[in-house]
């Protein structure tokens, strides 16, 4: 099992499994997402696994406990990102 390791901008650090970035249903459920947001914790899950998108949204959790939609999709979408420069090089 190869675990992709990174870290986005504003310090979060992820593993992610290969095998989840390969999973068929994270690509239905991108898919569903650009069709309906609420797709989004979905594709979360399915690329983080529970406990990591706990931690991300502990990461993102503004002083009055609010994880904003908005830096949470920028989060998920330079993970994504990374992978892709990854793959590249």
Known sequence: MMIITGKTKSGF?????????????????????????????????????KEQTNK?????????GIVPIEKLSEEITEIFQNQKLTKNS
């Open 13 to 49: 650090s992820y593993q992610i499994q290969r095998e989840r970035l390969e999973n068929y249903e994270l690509l239905e459920a991108i898919g569903e997402s650009e069709e309906n947001a609420s797709a989004m914790p979905k594709v979360v899950k399915l690329l983080l696994g």
């Open 56 to 64: 991300l949204k502990d990461h993102l959790r503004t002083e009055d």
